[in-house]
């Protein structure tokens, strides 16, 4: 919290705000919500698979650790092609706009009050932009600064909130709204490529809205101060780059391949980022470990396990993309977190499945709804993409967060969390 002596420089200096609010509910029409078998059963009604097919992502399900409530669209079980603009239109507009609504009906703030707005979305990308519908939508006002980033991956919503943070600072006394999802129907895969078959599994609807802000009379209402961003990128290395790749299979059907080195790939992006985020929030003892072990892996060679530093030290909660029970399995033993680390990762994984560049503000809001947020306590959030990215984002909570009114967590927070 910094202020200038005449105050004139206040606003521009002024640390990034947030304030948090997800999709409560997917009640719209051209929702689904489908257990695994009634996934397996309308995927075989529609005939675009064959038996061979279907008996693999029953299996890849059923060890996936997602649970019995996640949302599909309903254009995706029809036997007709769901991967029209229409349909990417209609499910953008389901899930965006649902929780823009519930966003500035909570924080109060006008559309036409928003200066910077900032959209991710990988795969559809129509013309026009996400972000302009959004400015149709809403009648935004007409000088304010849109952005829509695509093919970005599940790591875009950090690259979404870097922009919005550097668009903030170049504009003192502005809102920043940022919209991170993913349409699931538009590149849903009908072949028989079982790599190309498992985003089908794991992928499902979702969407987050917020607004950051660097205005002085929200210093007492915000939630979050943000810290730290650092992105990794190893998108120079080739088989990083076609790590998860968007292509057709040899019966030109399109959909995403993911390469059986997905795990190896995202522990190496993994680690250079931690190289880099370290320094930044681990005491000083762990940074002096931690920098022991790598020049003496650089000057002898890397013999031995590398010392991991202890992360726990650093942080108070975890929020790591919940992309599959695997991919959070390894990361659990790599960074030697708990169970009670990685519990909002796997609950949002059981609860909502893979909802890509919003999963780790569902993540977020589990904690919220659960009340574990306290005034002082950091917040890591750990997002993987393809290209292959490793992005990071750190918050300090501004004081205790109790439990929301409207979260998408509170129709079933009862059950969790869930133990299989």
């Known amino acids: 919290w910094y202020q200038s002596r005449n105050g004139l420089l206040y606003n521009v200096l002024i640390p990034l705000f947030l304030l948090l609010l997800l999709l409560s509910h997917l009640t719209a029409w051209g929702v689904h919500q489908v257990t695994k078998d ?206 998860i790749y968007q292509e057709e299979d040899e019966e030109k059907h399109k959909g995403l391949k993911v390469s059986k080195d997905l795990v190896e790939i995202g522990g190496e992006a993994l680690k250079a980022n931690i190289t880099t985020l370290g320094p930044l929030v681990l005491p000083f003892s762990e940074q002096l470990l931690f920098f022991a072990t790598l020049v003496w892996g650089y000057l002898f060679g890397r013999g031995g396990h590398p010392y991991i530093p202890d992360y726990k030290l650093a942080f108070e909660h975890f929020c790591v993309h919940a992309a599959s029970k695997t991919v959070l399995d390894e990361l659990q033993r790599n960074l030697e977190l708990s169970d009670e680390n990685v519990e909002a990762s796997r609950m949002t994984l059981h609860r909502f499945g893979n909802t890509s560049s919003s999963s780790i503000w569902y993540e977020l809001a589990y904690l919220e709804a659960k009340e574990k947020v306290r005034r002082g306590d950091r917040v890591w959030q750990l997002s993987f993409g393809s290209g292959f990215k490793c992005n990071s984002v750190v918050w300090k909570a501004m004081r205790r967060v109790k439990k929301p009114a409207r979260n998408p967590w509170l129709d079933c927070l009862d059950r969790y969390p869930f133990q299989a």
């Open 38 to 243: 009634q996934f397996i059963d309308m995927a075989r009604r529609t005939g675009k698979f064959d038996e061979a097919s279907l008996e693999f992502q029953k299996r890849i399900l059923h060890s996936s650790g997602i649970g019995d409530e996640t949302y599909i669209p309903k254009a995706i079980m029809a036997q007709e092609n769901c991967a029209t603009m229409k349909e990417g239109r209609a499910e953008a507009s389901t899930v965006m706009f649902g929780a823009l609504d519930e966003l500035f009906e909570k924080t109060r703030i006008r559309p036409k009050d928003v200066g910077v707005l900032v959209v991710n979305c990988s795969i559809f990308n129509p013309t026009p932009s996400l972000s302009a519908m959004i400015i149709n939508h809403y009648k935004m006002r007409g000088n304010i600064l849109s952005y829509n980033l695509g093919g970005m991956g599940c790591s875009a919503g950090i690259i979404a909130m870097d922009l919005a943070r550097d668009m903030l600072q170049a504009n003192p006394n502005s809102y920043a709204v940022v919209v991170s999802t993913e349409m699931v129907g538009y590149n849903w895969y009908s072949g028989k490529d079982r790599s190309m078959l498992i985003p089908n599994c794991f992928f499902r609807m979702g969407c987050s809205a917020i607004l950051m802000s660097n205005r002085r009379r929200d210093y007492t209402r915000s939630k979050y101060r943000l810290e730290h961003i650092v992105r990794t990128h190893k998108g120079a290395d080739d088989r990083s780059f076609r790590c």
